[in-house]
């Protein structure tokens, strides 16, 4: 019997050591990643067309809030801002946006960020 591991270095240690010395000799294990890797690169021309629709949302996006990021102005209010824009406001879908991450945060240059 075999099985293939993806990202096993990923794994939390215990539990990648505990199961490689659980199966022993009885399994032979493969590293499956790059396999995988290859094959997520494969795209249909279906999900190119939505790669390309998220990122000309967030190209929208970073040029509006770029040009109306002002002094003074705090983390949450540039977020919200963002926010309604992907997501929309009180139910309407502003740029079509409909699941994701956002990852936000500011600092003073040449010095560490605090949260």
């Not at 990643?33 to 996006?61: M, W």
Request: aromatic share 6%; net charge negative.
């Amino acid at each position: 019997m075999a099985i293939g591991l993806v990202n096993g270095d990923a794994m939390p240690h215990r539990f990648h050591t505990d199961l490689l010395t659980r199966l022993g000799d009885q399994v032979l294990v493969h590293d499956a990643t790059a396999f995988l890797e290859r094959a997520k690169a494969v795209k249909s021309a279906e999900e190119i067309g939505l790669l390309e629709e998220a990122a000309a949302i967030q190209d929208s996006v970073f040029a509006a809030d770029t040009s109306n990021i002002r002094p003074g102005q705090r983390n949450f209010e540039v977020a919200s801002r963002v926010l309604a824009e992907v997501y929309g406001r009180g139910g309407s879908n502003a740029l079509g946006g409909n699941n994701g991450v956002i990852l936000f945060g500011s600092g003073t240059r040449s010095e560490p960020s605090v949260p």
